[in-house]
């Protein structure tokens, strides 16, 4: 490939198969598929395609930064995958020139049987460094991921944000060509995504280094990147400056409704214990301001879980966050005591916030809150004025208005 490109992307696609078992509805169906069962392992299937990518094509320059954006279930993910050789397209090529590091999941990149140092040494090794290369960047990595204490424990002891917080400090201080970032550093604590960013700018202005970014956080994509490509539904429908592949993808989010929001296509956490089905504000009404909020949560638990949590965030449109709501610190943990399907509400006595457009972020997370389930960006809701809402209100500073008593003593 020239080197004109450092990632080019031809005509990429990627289609899944997904299987659902055949209903029976009448007891002559029944008895003769348990017959059937007798001969057979697996129960009768149909199957359907699924297009993860469609036909997306876009070239990136060497030390361009480039995000991709999308809500859940756009393709993003499945895009960094295909580039980092994890999975094989269906149609179309992906070539990359340079080497390149990737931070997709926690799990991904590390032996877990081997220590935090043997798998530093390990990816430099896989990226082409020297090992005298890495012995010269080993004390910046440890420091930055703040692991010095178990760095010759097996990682697979390590807590899910000690497992990013070190995969994050080997991708970016052993200097790949190309380094592909994806949402994963939602698991880490606010302090931690703040010290990423950082180091990724840091990266940016100092560095000629090619980065892919996929974040939900469209104010760090405004701050980081120079160009923006925007996935729904696996087509490549923008490809932008940050500015107006982020328009366009908050116009676009304006027209999903918060009734019935779907979250089941959005991965947790490889050992998270809970699974987001879906979430319903209000039933389904609209969102009034000084009137009250609904929300339902319906979830999956995969084993009986003595603790976990919920939150629900409400964000500008720029990514900043107005209003957190976490069960944990109202209620204490929540308890699921069975497998299968839970249903939880929560309800606001009066929501006061400014009349607007806000995003909605759901997460769900064990009780050391590193196991986790993060649904970013599952919708824009529509806080519309009550007949109780002051005229005045629109375009003054603040958001979160709290109906308090005011008294003259």
Request: proline share 5%.
């Given at each position: 490939m020239s080197q004109e490109y450092a990632i080019a992307v031809e005509e990429l696609s990627k289609r899944y198969v997904i299987g659902h078992a055949v209903a029976h509805d009448t007891f002559r169906d029944r008895l003769g598929h348990g017959l059937r069962g007798l001969f057979r392992r697996t129960a009768p299937r149909n199957e359907e395609e699924f297009w993860a990518l469609r036909d997306v094509s876009f070239h990136v320059r060497p030390g361009e930064v480039v995000g991709v954006i999308g809500r859940n279930g756009a393709g993003k993910s499945t895009l960094l995958k295909v580039l980092s050789r994890i999975t094989e397209p269906t149609a179309g090529r992906a070539r990359l020139h340079g080497r390149v590091?990737?931070?997709?999941?926690?799990?991904?990149?590390?032996?877990?049987?081997?220590?935090?140092?043997?798998?530093i040494f390990l990816n430099g090794a896989i990226l082409g460094m020297r090992r005298t290369e890495i012995r010269r960047k080993f004390d910046e990595i440890v420091a930055f991921a703040e692991v010095d204490r178990f760095i010759d424990t097996p990682v697979k002891r390590y807590s899910s944000g000690m497992y990013v917080r070190l995969a994050f400090a080997v991708a970016a201080h052993l200097e790949p060509e190309i380094l592909i970032v994806d949402e994963v550093l939602a698991v880490g604590d606010a302090a931690f995504q703040d010290k990423c960013l950082g180091k990724m700018e840091?990266?940016?202005?100092?560095?000629?280094?090619?980065?892919?970014?996929?974040?939900?956080?469209?104010?760090?994509?405004?701050?980081?990147?120079?160009?923006?490509?925007?996935?729904?539904?696996?087509?490549?429908?923008?490809?932008?400056?940050?500015?107006?592949?982020v328009s366009a993808y908050l116009a676009a989010g304006q027209a999903h409704s918060t009734s019935g929001i779907d979250l089941s296509r959005t991965t947790p956490s490889a050992e998270s214990p809970i699974r987001l089905l879906s979430v319903v504000f209000n039933g389904g009404a609209p969102l009034l301001n000084r009137r009250p909020l609904r929300i339902v949560l319906r979830l999956h638990a995969a084993l009986p879980v003595e603790k976990?949590?919920?939150?629900?965030?409400?964000?500008?449109?720029?990514?900043?966050?107005?209003?957190?709501?976490?069960?944990?610190?109202?209620?204490?943990?929540?308890?699921?005591?069975?497998?299968?399907?839970?249903?939880?509400?929560?309800?606001?006595?009066?929501?006061?916030?400014?009349?607007?457009?806000?995003?909605?972020?759901?997460?769900?997370?064990?009780?050391?809150?590193?196991?986790?389930?993060?649904?970013?960006?599952?919708?824009?809701?529509?806080?519309?004025?009550?007949?109780?809402?002051?005229?005045?209100?629109?375009?003054?500073?603040?958001?979160?208005?709290?109906?308090?008593?005011?008294?003259?003593?």
């Open positions: 590091a990737s931070l997709l999941e926690v799990g991904t990149g590390f032996h877990p049987e081997l220590t935090g140092r043997e798998n840091s990266i940016v202005r100092g560095q000629a280094r090619t980065i892919l970014f996929v974040s939900h956080n469209v104010s760090a994509i405004t701050r980081l990147c120079s160009r923006c490509v925007l996935l729904d539904q696996g087509r490549l429908v923008a490809d932008a400056t940050p500015e107006a592949a976990f949590g919920l939150g629900i965030g409400f964000c500008h449109l720029d990514g900043r966050r107005v209003l957190t709501l976490e069960s944990d610190y109202h209620n204490g943990f929540l308890r699921a005591p069975h497998a299968g399907e839970h249903t939880v509400a929560v309800e606001i006595p009066c929501l006061d916030l400014v009349p607007g457009r806000y995003r909605i972020d759901v997460g769900a997370f064990g009780g050391s809150r590193q196991n986790y389930h993060y649904a970013g960006d599952c919708a824009v809701a529509e806080v519309q004025p009550s007949p109780d809402t002051p005229a005045h209100v629109h375009g003054i500073s603040g958001d979160w208005r709290p109906g308090l008593q005011w008294q003259l003593l």
